[in-house]
Antibody, heavy 119, light 109 residues
Framework: EVQLVESGGGLVQPGGSLRLSCAAS????????MHWVRQAPGKGLVWVSRINSDGSSTSYADSVKGRFTISRDNAKNTLYLQMNSLRAEDTAVYYC????????????WGQGTLVTVSS | EIVMTQSPATLSVSPGERATLSCRASQSVSSNLAWYQQKPGQAPRLLIY???TRATGIPARFSGSGSGTEFTLTISSLQSEDFAVYYCQQYNNWPPKLTFGGGTKVEIK
């Protein structure tokens, strides 16, 4: 069974940093692209970032480019999102997700971790 | 940037009735379109990809159609468990940046 379990969320002050983790199991993690998607309270889904299978290529939404860094450790089956210079508008549930179908739609999702940016 | 627009924002439907949800892309995305269902407090679930292919385990009452810029998700006979928010998502562009629509909430009439 595919499982994605996010952790690392919490309350952080504006300008602060946080690192999210996503532990993967039940599939060959090193073979697939991974993504982060966020959802502000009561709002829709917003794609944040993606990384290819070996970590050599990444993409970011314009709203987080230069502040967030996606990475992965295939030996530990873990995906990361380093978030710096956090703003109130970054407050959201952050989901990790994967695309195992060979196309860029997200067939497995974690349960999400809440990040709250507030003073 | 490709913008995805969903309509209506809210759809009120009685159980057993048909629901038709629309998604429009600001430029052609070919058939690179997916649909997701999200219930309160849960992660999204993939329903449809390639505009019309049901994901594993998705009931046949869910169907997708369209290509280019106009897409439709149809739920043929709404069940109680289908009341949720539905999102479309394109995956046509390169470099790969996914874009979601704003969502359609299907509520009980």
């Amino acid at each position: 069974e595919v499982q994605l379990v996010e952790s690392g969320g919490g309350l952080v002050q504006p300008g602060g940093s946080l690192r999210l983790s996503c532990a993967a199991s039940g599939f060959t993690f090193s073979s697939y692209w991974m993504h982060w998607v966020r959802q502000a309270p009561g709002k829709g889904l917003v794609w944040v970032s993606r990384i290819n299978s070996d970590g050599s290529s990444t993409s970011y939404a314009d709203s987080v480019k230069g502040r967030f860094t996606i990475s992965r450790d295939n030996a530990k089956n873990t995906l990361y999102l380093q978030m710096n210079s956090l703003r109130a508008e970054d407050t959201a549930v952050y989901y990790c997700a994967t695309q195992t179908l060979g196309i860029r739609c997200l067939d497995y999702w974690g349960q999400g971790t809440l990040v709250t940016v507030s003073s | 940037e490709i913008v995805m627009t969903q309509s209506p924002a809210t759809l009120s439907v009685s159980p057993g009735e048909r629901a038709t949800l629309s998604c429009r892309a600001s430029q052609s995305v070919s058939s690179n379109l997916a649909w997701y269902q999200q219930k309160p407090g849960q992660a999204p679930r993939l329903l449809i990809y390639g505009a019309s292919t049901r994901a594993t385990g998705i009931p046949a009452r869910f169907s997708g159609s369209g290509s280019g810029t106009e897409f439709t998700l149809t739920i043929s006979s709404l069940q109680s468990e289908d009341f949720a928010v539905y999102y479309c998502q394109q995956y046509n562009n390169w470099p790969p940046k996914l874009t979601f629509g704003g969502g359609t909430k299907v509520e009980i009439k």
